[in-house]
């Protein structure tokens, strides 16, 4: 089993920047690709951003405004989340992927909040 702590979230406002952090902990060996999802009030759980190898993803909605990045030593991904627009309040949530997913969705951390106040 893996588990997934995410810090980091609260509010901000228009414009302003969070950098939240997820600890991966367990059988660290077994996971791959790790991201953050958002889910905000009333709407489907969507990928933001994806880090696996050297590769990284982020979804259109986030592009020039969000990095994600991994830590390997400290068995942590961070996503900086720059120019933050109300659009972006949800939840955030980190996951990760067993070896050989492409999408990370096999573990979950419990989400922390962020909210851009306008």
């Known amino acids: 089993q893996v588990q997934l702590v995410e810090s980091g979230g609260g509010l901000v406002q228009a414009g302003g920047s969070l950098r939240l952090s997820c600890a991966a902990s367990?059988?660290?060996?077994?996971?791959?690709?790790m991201g953050w999802y958002r889910q905000a009030p009333g709407k489907q759980r969507e990928l933001v951003a994806a880090i696996r190898g050297g590769t990284t993803n982020l979804a259109d909605s986030v592009k020039g405004r969000f990095t994600i990045s991994r830590d390997n030593a400290k068995n942590t991904v961070y996503l900086q989340m720059n120019s933050l627009k109300p659009e972006d309040t949800g939840t955030y949530y980190c996951?990760?992927?067993?070896?050989?997913?492409?999408?990370?969705?096999?573990?979950w951390g419990q989400g922390t909040q962020v909210t851009v106040s306008s």
């Open positions: 996951a990760a992927g067993k070896w050989g997913r492409v999408v990370p969705n096999d573990y």
């Open positions: 367990g059988r660290i060996s077994s996971i791959n690709a």
